[in-house]
């Protein structure tokens, strides 16, 4: 059993910088793809990016060259660096992470981020 919890949302201009954080207990990460999606109000969940064991990185496209994934294996951490931030990234950030050899699926609660003036 993996709990995910992430923390670091909250209200920012257009145009600001957020840090997600997500915190892993009850197993060490390094066996898991973590990654982090989004849910929007009235939409579906959506890929945000996730990152491999060994550090593959996958970004969906429309991200790409904004945000920044990471993890921390020995702090049994994920991150979220998101730059210049529209309107539109205004969602629930989640924490999500599958194990590489079996498939099992864990999520985090969500943290809400609003970007707006």
């Known amino acids: 059993q993996v709990q995910l919890v992430e923390s670091g949302g909250g209200l920012v201009q257009p145009g600001g910088s957020l840090r997600l954080s997500c915190a892993a207990t009850?197993?060490?990460?390094?066996?898991?793809?973590m990654g982090w999606y989004r849910q929007a109000p009235g939409k579906q969940r959506e890929l945000v990016a996730t990152?491999?064991?060994?550090?593959?990185?996958n970004y969906a496209d429309s991200l790409k060259g904004r945000f920044s994934i990471s993890r921390n294996n020995a702090e049994n951490t994920l991150s979220l660096q998101m730059n210049n931030l529209y309107p539109e990234d205004t969602a629930v950030y989640y924490c999500?992470?599958?194990?590489?050899?079996?498939?099992?699926?864990?999520w985090g609660k969500g943290t809400p981020v609003t970007v707006s003036s």
């Open positions: 009850g197993s060490n990460i390094n066996l898991y793809v």
């Open positions: 999500n992470a599958v194990h590489e050899m079996i498939g099992t699926n864990y």
């Open positions: 990152i491999t064991s060994r550090g593959t990185r």
